[in-house]
């Protein structure tokens, strides 16, 4: 079975920052690419960065040059440094992964439990 486990949420005052961290464990053959999605009460959830295995990076315009997503593909670990936060921010925070359990299998999602993420003041 492949869990991810989600860390860091809490609350914070806008202009604060947090660093939330999301590692993989289990059966796990490849990792294509890790990311973080959000959703707010009465919204859809929506994603907010994603990081290929291969480096490669995106992110949700409304958190362009304020988050950062990284990854440490040896603890098979992503992490979201989120930085300058806003109210607007506030939200129930997943980590997704698409990965392979084996060489044939297909690559699937899967979704941690969501950390919570309160920015006010």
């Known amino acids: 079975q492949v869990q991810l486990v989600e860390s860091g949420g809490g609350l914070v005052q806008p202009g604060g920052s947090l660093r939330l961290s999301c590692a993989a464990s289990?059966?796990?053959?490849?990792?294509?690419?890790m990311g973080w999605y959000r959703q707010a009460p009465g919204k859809e959830r929506e994603l907010v960065a994603v990081?290929?295995?291969?480096?490669?990076?995106n992110y949700a315009s409304s958190v362009k040059g304020r988050f950062t997503i990284s990854r440490d593909n040896t603890k098979n670990t992503v992490y979201l440094q989120m930085n300058s936060l806003k109210p607007e921010d506030t939200a129930v925070y997943y980590c997704?992964?698409?990965?392979?359990?084996?060489?044939?299998?297909?690559?699937?999602?899967?979704w941690g439990q969501g950390t919570q993420v309160t920015v006010s003041s």
């Open positions: 289990g059966s796990i053959y490849s990792i294509n690419a």
């Open positions: 990081i290929t295995s291969g480096g490669n990076t």
């Open positions: 997704n992964a698409k990965l392979r359990r084996s060489w044939i299998d297909s690559i699937s999602d899967y």
